[in-house]
């Protein structure tokens, strides 16, 4: 089957993928008879679902960055750290490679996520004339890497845990953790309730070849 | 008739809907959509000893690995320890519930689900498929596989270990445990027990019945 010459769809051939587990079923079923989960030709609603995730997790965004993420408390001094200033710290302290690895696990990569959504979802509401391929590639890179942020919390957990000598030497999570943590729920949900298959089927009739 | 023809011969892809012809493929090698490059379908090296044999390793790892500090400070001569579950559980004592619990499973629960929910599939599929109890929990498990598997961080957990002993290294000495090991090896497991893994045979070994 050449896509070049047609892209024939499986609503053409009266056929759904079940999403579960990716059994053939006629577009006719109401369920799989596999795994016998509910099927649908295409979620519609699903745009809307992942359109609030979305948003939502753009407005905590603005917490998760504005708000101090951990205290730490060495010899008496009391540090709040911002994601951002924790990594500035870091640079300061000639852990660049840490740095590097904090920056793109905590701020590049739920910016990305946020904002390569949106335009996914916006490509597919408003019918906007972008590549589908490259969208989708986006869209894979995006699933991939989106679970990297936990990298954040998981380092907060760890020191937590470990750093807890009163005024010496003490580290605590601080607001921003909850909100953080939110983020990667959120975008992880707006990501995987979205049925990809709108966006194959809204822009075909303009641009075929993209 | 028709659908059954159709059946064998064409995969849709579950991205785009496209209707694509399969083939055979040589082994390792994988099968991608020719219009959004989803992962259609692979050559599945989906042994079903080898995979108990992984599974059962990664149960025996799993214990220790939580059980065990998975890093050790030493600050001043006092000596502060701590497991997985103990660093979710002080996030969660300072009122960051939600944090504690993201850590909780991603970290421990989830990966541990896996690793029962595995064992468990491969010991129906070895000796219980044809009991219809069985099999519809064979098709609960397969159903839910995709999301625990989605959840099991382990490979990020790893690399935030080394992260927070990079950190902290400025203030204090960190010593790593046999708990570290043992995280590390089950680290390893699970990642080879995803890899050997085929959702795809999995499912098909109930049509075979």
């Not at chain 1, 990298?151 to 957990?157: A, T, Y």
Request: neutral net charge; glycine residues 4%.
């Amino acid at each position: 089957m050449n896509s070049k010459k047609a892209a024939v769809q499986g609503q053409s051939l009266g056929l759904t993928c079940c999403q579960t587990c990716q059994n053939l079923c006629p577009s006719t079923d109401e369920c799989c008879n596999r795994c016998g989960q509910r099927i649908a030709a295409r979620d519609v609603t699903s745009l809307q679902k992942s359109w609030a995730l979305l948003i939502t997790a753009a407005i905590l965004l603005f917490p998760a960055n504005l708000y101090p993420i951990t205290i730490m408390t060495s010899q008496g001094q009391v540090r709040r750290d911002t994601i951002f200033s924790g990594i500035n710290h870091l640079i300061q302290l000639d852990l660049l490679p840490i740095a590097i690895i904090l920056f793109t696990a905590s701020i590049l990569v739920p910016m990305l996520k946020i904002v390569g959504l949106g335009i996914y979802l916006m490509a597919i509401s408003y019918e906007l004339p972008i590549s589908k391929k490259k969208l989708m590639a986006g869209f894979h890179i995006i699933e991939w890497i989106g679970r990297w942020s936990m990298l954040d919390l998981f380092v907060i957990s760890i020191t937590a845990a470990l750093v807890n000598m009163g005024q010496l030497l003490d580290a605590k999570p601080a607001p921003a953790a909850t909100a953080f943590a939110l983020v990667i729920l959120l975008t992880q949900l707006a990501a995987k309730v979205l049925d990809t298959r709108l966006l194959w089927d809204r822009l075909e009739s303009k641009d075929d070849r993209n | 008739m028709d659908k059954d023809e159709l059946d064998k011969s064409i995969v849709l892809c579950r991205a785009c809907d496209l209707a694509v012809r399969k083939r055979a493929l040589p082994t390792g090698v994988r099968a991608l959509c020719p219009r959004c490059h989803t992962n259609l379908y692979d050559t599945p090296y989906c042994s079903i000893n080898g995979m108990l044999a992984l599974c059962l390793t990664a149960l025996f790892l799993y214990f220790p690995a939580n059980f065990y500090p998975v890093l050790e400070l030493h600050f001043l001569g006092s000596v502060r320890t701590t497991t997985i579950i103990e660093g979710a559980m002080s996030v969660a004592d300072q009122g960051y519930w939600i944090v504690g619990i993201a850590v909780l499973t991603a970290a421990v629960i989830a990966p541990g689900l896996l690793i029962a929910s595995v064992l468990a599939q491969i010991l129906i599929v070895k000796y219980q498929l044809n009991n219809p109890f069985f099999r519809d929990i064979y098709k609960r498990l397969l159903r839910y596989h995709g999301l625990l598997s989605q959840l099991t961080m382990l490979e990020i957990y790893m690399i935030s270990i080394f992260v927070s002993v990079f950190q902290l290294s400025d203030y204090t000495d960190l010593y790593f445990g046999i708990g570290t090991f043992c995280f590390s090896v089950l680290f390893v497991m699970v990642i080879f027990l995803q890899r050997e893994y085929d959702i795809e045979h999995m499912w098909s070994v109930l049509d075979e019945q």
